[in-house]
T-cell receptor, first 117, second 112 residues
Framework: GAVVSQHPSWVICKSGTSVKIECRSLDFQATTMFWYRQFPKQSLMLMATSNEGSKATYEQGVEKDKFLINHASLTLSTLTVTSAHPEDSSFYIC?????????????FGPGTRLTVT | GQQVMQIPQYQHVQEGEDFTTYCNSSTTLSNIQWYKQRPGGHPVFLIQLVKSGEVKKQKRLTFQFGEAKKNSSLHITATQTTDVGTYFCAGPRGNQGGKLIFGQGTELSVKP
């Protein structure tokens, strides 16, 4: 089945530093990947859509200069949280669509738990 | 805007009891998907329903898509402790290139 990996699984950083999170589709090509944020006991909030070879599209209210997304290949998308602050602490999850799928099912990475101190 | 509502938010059951979560969309959906997220884990795709009135079963799980394609349900028969987690429904967000809109999720806890 479709497998998505994410690295790192958890990270602790100091306020003001930047953190890069990688999302890889391991056994399929993903022209589109999605980045979500999830707070405890809450649903998934879509942050942005990452498109291979083009600029990411961001959801309303998400600062594109703060959450930099790069989708350099068909199997890799990265999310960089720049100048992180404690309020950016959250669970970040990426997902990818397997284009071989008939509809829109998404396969999620294991997530990255970010803690900003 | 488009909304997907899910109830209940929490459900605590005794092992062996049945469990149902309901999902309602403000718009007609071309398909609906269900995901399960274990505590501390990530969402895992369970199933998708496409046809009006469709019913699909996966062992003790029964998924249903309403006739109007605006609501769906997930029923678990004789819950087990392995069923613990949060169940999310999700539908396509408008015609926005594969984006999904998720319900708030139903957190299921099972007491042995």
């Amino acid at each position: 089945g479709a497998v998505v990996s994410q690295h790192p699984s958890w990270v602790i950083c100091k306020s003001g530093t930047s953190v890069k999170i990688e999302c890889r589709s391991l056994d399929f090509q993903a022209t589109t990947m999605f980045w979500y944020r999830q707070f405890p006991k809450q649903s998934l909030m879509l942050m942005a859509t990452s498109n291979e070879g083009s600029k990411a599209t961001y959801e309303q209210g998400v600062e594109k200069d703060k959450f930099l997304i790069n989708h350099a290949s068909l199997t890799l998308s990265t999310l960089t949280v720049t100048s992180a602050h404690p309020e950016d602490s959250s669970f970040y999850i990426c997902s990818a669509r397997d284009l071989a799928g008939v509809y829109y099912e998404q396969y999620f990475g294991p997530g990255t738990r970010l803690t900003v101190t | 805007g488009q909304q997907v509502m899910q109830i209940p938010q929490y459900q605590h059951v005794q092992e062996g009891e049945d469990f149902t979560t309901y999902c309602n969309s403000s718009t007609t959906l071309s398909n609906i998907q269900w995901y399960k997220q274990r505590p501390g884990g990530h969402p895992v795709f369970l199933i998708q329903l496409v046809k009006s009135g469709e019913v699909k079963k996966q062992k003790r799980l029964t998924f249903q898509f309403g006739e109007a394609k605006k609501n769906s349900s997930l029923h678990i028969t004789a819950t087990q402790t392995t069923d613990v987690g949060t169940y999310f429904c999700a539908g396509p967000r408008g015609n926005q290139g594969g984006k999904l809109i998720f319900g708030q999720g139903t957190e299921l806890s099972v007491k042995p």
